[in-house]
């Protein structure tokens, strides 16, 4: 059982800039990893995903303004989030499954508790 738990979350002005973290209880190699946003009412959105071998895919929404990666050594993983709008906040939460990249939580069996990022103009 793989378990993630958030952190990093709070409050920006728009443009500004926030790092959220996701810890993960086994090894972070083994697993595809993906950022999910979401906002009350509406689906759970994948922005930033990464693989085990390191391959990356972001949203249209995010591109050039999110950042994805891991830390091997701390068994983290990692959304650096730049240019901050409005529109970002939601809560934010980390996800693990096995496979290639996928954007989709179909995917996605293990998840974070989430944290809230909130962007006020």
């Known amino acids: 059982q793989v378990q993630l738990a958030e952190s990093g979350g709070g409050s920006v002005q728009a443009g500004g800039s926030l790092r959220v973290s996701c810890v993960v209880s086994?090894?972070?190699?083994?697993?595809?990893m993906t950022w999910f946003r979401q906002t009350p009412g509406k689906e759970r959105e994948g922005v930033a995903g990464?693989?085990?071998?390191?391959?990356?895919t972001y949203a249209d929404s995010v591109k050039g303004r999110f950042t994805i990666s891991k830390d091997y050594a701390k068994n983290t993983l990692y959304l650096q989030m730049n240019s901050l709008t409005p529109n970002d906040t939601a809560t934010y939460y980390c996800?693990?499954?096995?496979?290639?990249?996928?954007?989709?939580?179909?995917?996605?069996?293990?998840w974070g508790q989430g944290t809230q990022v909130t962007v006020s103009s």
């Open positions: 996800a693990a499954g096995t496979g290639g990249l996928s954007l989709s939580r179909l995917d996605f069996a293990y």
């Open positions: 086994g090894y972070i190699q083994r697993y595809r």
């Open positions: 990464i693989d085990a071998v390191g391959r990356i």
